[in-house]
């Protein structure tokens, strides 16, 4: 009888260590987002030939993370017509909707917007979704968007 009872304990005891024992599932590595955000602010003064001093501020700024890129402009709406020849050049007229003096720029997938680009009378903001647009794309807006900021940085 002690024999039974000390064979019986002791199988509960391995039975319950053996399942305390157990390693735990590695858990998953979380992934790290990388954020790189540029801005630039620029005021200008200057005469013309007629002694009539101008004056204006401009101002970019440039979020990049490893899903989005974002841009958001301001400048004098005497530039605006330079950035949006510019834009059409470097990423075309498709999705392109002119209302009045507003160019927008819009593309989806599923619903969700992907990019979008919308440029008024002084004023500029850039939405890419990185994961879902194509490399060549995302690359083109990239390029544009630099362009952009060196534009409206020169007070000319």
């Not at 540029?38 to 490893?66: E, L, Q, W």
Request: proline share 2%; charged share 30%; hydrophobic share 30%.
């Amino acid at each position: 009888m002690k024999k039974r009872i000390l064979t019986t304990i002791v199988a509960i005891i391995s039975v319950t260590t053996m399942f305390a024992q157990a390693t735990p599932d590695t858990p998953e590595t979380p992934k790290t987002a990388t954020e790189t955000s540029t801005s630039t602010t620029t005021s200008y003064s200057y005469s013309n030939d007629n002694n009539t001093i101008k004056t204006g501020n401009s101002s970019v700024s440039i979020v990049k993370t490893d899903d989005i890129y974002k841009l958001k402009a301001s400048f004098g709406s005497k530039k605006t017509r330079e950035v949006r020849e510019l834009l059409i050049d470097k990423i075309g007229r498709r999705n392109l909707e002119v209302t009045g003096g507003n160019y927008l720029w819009l593309q989806k997938n599923d619903g969700e917007k992907i990019f979008s680009c919308k440029l008024s009378s002084g004023r500029l903001k850039i939405y890419v979704d990185k994961e879902i647009v194509s490399a060549d794309f995302y690359k083109k807006v990239e390029e544009a968007g630099n362009e952009i900021r060196s534009l409206i940085s020169d007070s000319k």
